[in-house]
C-alpha cells in the first residue's frame, strides 16, 4: 500500500534508523521518492544518544524531502517514535536544536503550499518491513576499527609533554 502510494510524485517516504555500538552512533535516513531511492544519509557521530541519533537522521530526511520539488506530503518510517515525540515537545528538553532545525524546515514546507502534509509512522524493526529493514542493517553493519593516536593530536602532544617531564625528572633526582 505504501509503495503504491509513493508511486505518485507528491510523496516522499523517509525510513530513518539510528544504533550506537562501542559510543559511535550510526544513522542513517533513506529518502524514497517516485517509488524508488532519491537520497541516502549515513553519519557517525562519537558520544552521542540514540534519541538525538534519531532525530538527527529525521533531520536530514525532511531537509531533503523539503527541499525537494513536487512534494506535498512527507512519511517519516521510525522505529523509534519516541525521538519523533520529541520534535513538538514544547517542553524544556536536551534536544531542542534537533527539535528548532526540524521545525523551521518544516515550517519552510509548510508555508511553500498549505496542503502539504508530513505522517510519522512507527515500524519496529522486529517486523522487517522492506524499506525500514534495510535502513536498520545498515546501521548495524557498521563497525568502528580503533584509531591510534595520532603524532598531531592534542592527547599526543600531552603524553608526549607528560613523558618529556618525567624523564627530566627522573634524569634530575
Known sequence: MVLESSSSTLITIIASDASIKNNVATFI?????????????????VLITSTKAELFA?????????????ITKIIV??????????????????????????????????????????????CPS??????????????KAFNLTPLCLCRSSWEF?????????LNTWKMTF
Not at 29 to 41: C, D, E, R, S, V
Not at 94 to 104: K, M, P, R, T
Not at 126 to 139: C, D, I, Q
Not at 157 to 165: C, F, P, Q, R, T
Open 29 to 45: 535516513a533513506h529518502i524514497h521518492t517516485y517509488n524508488k531511492p532519491l537520497t541516502k544519509t549515513i553519519y557517525h557521530v
Open 58 to 70: 529525521i533531520r536530514c530526511g525532511i531537509n531533503q524531502a523539503a527541499n525537494s520539488n513536487n
Open 77 to 122: 518510517v521510525t522505529d523509534f517514535i519516541h525521538a519523533a515525540r520529541k520534535i513538538f515537545d514544547p517542553s524544556v528538553h536536551s534536544y531542542q536544536v534537533q527539535s528548532a532545525a526540524i521545525l523551521s524546515e518544516l515550517c519552510n514546507f509548510f508555508n511553500h503550499y498549505k496542503g502539504n502534509t508530513i505522517e510519522f509512522w512507527e
Open 126 to 139: 522486529h517486523l522487517k518491513w522492506r524499506l525500514h529493514n534495510k535502513v536498520n542493517k545498515e546501521t
Open 157 to 165: 602532544s600531552k603524553k608526549s609533554k607528560s613523558d618529556n617531564i
